[in-house]
């Protein structure tokens, strides 16, 4: 039975880039997926694009096309990514620039495009429902992307794509389309469909399959954690994997690993929507048939969702906070003298949010659950609140480093910042609505 090998070089837009050069040189692969995007990260990466035309795709894509292009080039492996984000013809037009500097001739890079939508929706013309509410002000807005599916990518591998740069996609549909491409699966076999998507959904966040996010010590004991490998999945024609990561890398494969990343993100496991499938992980199993060697099969799914998913990305408002820390004999009841300061000089302005934390002690879990924990030798008192002005928000840290010379004895290490708070909302419009496009460079 034909099998497809299948690397994780990425699960999120920081990624270490030397477990993805492991998986290129020794992992035996036919596609290297990295996997960037998360839900913010394209709103942030149009603020970029907006300030320059030629940026906003992801900041690590030239140091990742440098390490693994020579090497993907000479075995022939097909790099898919959406590191693209918010400029995918200015990541492809870089990658190409980057294959010709490193003598890589006959190159050929494909840009996905058309999840951009943001012109659409403020001129009004698609169908939009707003399951979260209604969607804020034009005015604020700084991005709209739909969630594109295999459709997309599978034009780019089909017309011979070595590097295929998308915007946002679904994360499942990186890995399930060179699936489709590969084993000629038809978009209509949902269970084939589903088993691929679960596949997907295992390799998207790379090392949390591998027991990155998995590892608790004593408790969950994961080996060499400073050389975590990112893992590989062998696929067959008929959907089932075996997963399994580069033979003496750092990290674990089990059937624990699996579940756990299986179930992640998931909010019902019977109906896990995608652009191109409705994936059923409720009859899924793993095995485990040797070392960091995990079988899993079982998935399935019913007919795709008529909808594209939108994440329409704005501005809404500034967040201002200030720490400073307190330490030694009555550590805490000093930092309570702090927050009572703060908490009467910053009642007067207008902060729609403020919060206070005693971070050591009540921060993560709040004062109630809290309440009886041993008073600690060292504290550090964070303020932050929500302002619609970035004045009022900087006031936080300007108070919080007043308190040097106007508050309890012993502070130290004051620290302040204002940002800009970029929020996300989800809409739906018709797939019928959403055209892509491929443009094809070569170097």
């Not at 994961?222 to 696929?235: K, T, Y």
């Not at 919060?355 to 008192?381: C, M, Q, V, W």
Request: aromatic letters at 6%.
């Amino acid at each position: 039975m034909k099998t497809v090998r299948i690397g994780a070089g990425a699960g999120y837009s920081g990624d270490r880039i030397d477990p993805a050069v492991e998986l290129a040189e020794k992992g035996d692969i036919s596609y290297l997926i990295f996997e960037c995007l998360a839900e913010r990260t394209i709103a942030i990466a149009q603020e970029a694009r907006l300030l320059d035309p030629s940026a906003g795709y992801d900041p690590l894509l030239e140091a990742r096309m440098e390490a693994v292009l020579p090497l993907c080039v000479r075995q022939g492996i097909r790099i898919i990514s959406n590191m693209g984000a918010a400029n995918p013809r200015a990541a492809a037009a870089k990658t190409c620039e980057i294959a010709r500097s490193l003598g890589l001739r006959g190159v050929r890079i494909a840009a996905v495009t058309g999840d951009d939508v943001v012109q659409q929706l403020r001129a009004g013309e698609e169908i939009v429902e707003t399951p979260e509410g209604p969607l804020p002000p034009r005015d604020r807005w700084l991005s709209a992307n739909a969630y594109l599916g295999v459709a997309s990518i599978l034009d780019a591998l089909r017309s011979g794509a070595d590097v295929i740069v998308t915007g946002r996609v679904a994360d499942p549909a990186l890995f399930v389309a060179p699936l489709i491409h590969e084993f000629g699966w038809a978009l209509d076999d949902w269970n084939l469909l589903g088993q691929g998507t679960v596949v997907g959904h295992l390799l998207e966040c790379a090392g949390q399959l591998t027991g990155g996010y998995f590892a608790d010590p004593g408790y969950k004991d994961v080996p060499d954690l400073a050389h975590l490998g990112f893992p590989i999945a062998e696929v067959s024609s008929e959907g089932s994997a075996i997963l399994s990561k580069v033979e003496g890398s750092g990290g674990l494969l089990s059937c624990a690993t699996c579940t756990e990343q299986l179930l992640y993100e998931i909010q019902n496991p019977s109906a896990y929507y995608t652009p191109d499938v409705v994936a059923d992980f409720s009859h899924v199993s793993f095995e485990e048939i040797g070392p960091n060697r995990v079988r899993v099969s079982g998935g399935a799914g019913v007919v795709r969702p008529s909808s594209f998913k939108v994440s329409v990305g704005y501005r809404d408002g500034y967040i201002g906070e200030g720490q400073i820390s307190y330490a030694g004999p009555n550590a805490l009841a000093r930092a309570e003298l702090a927050h009572s300061i703060l908490a009467e000089r910053l009642a007067s302005h207008p902060f729609s949010e403020l919060r206070f934390d005693f971070i050591g002690l009540n921060s993560i879990h709040g004062p109630r659950l809290s309440k009886d924990a041993p008073t600690p030798y060292e504290i550090r008192l964070r303020a932050a609140g929500r302002a619609a002005s970035s004045a009022t928000a900087g006031s936080i840290a300007r108070e919080v480093e007043a308190l040097y010379t106007n508050g309890p004895a012993g502070g130290g290490g004051a620290f302040g910042s204002t940002r800009e708070i970029v929020a996300i909302i989800s809409a739906l419009i018709p797939q019928e609505s959403i055209c892509h496009e491929i443009t094809m460079l070569e170097s």
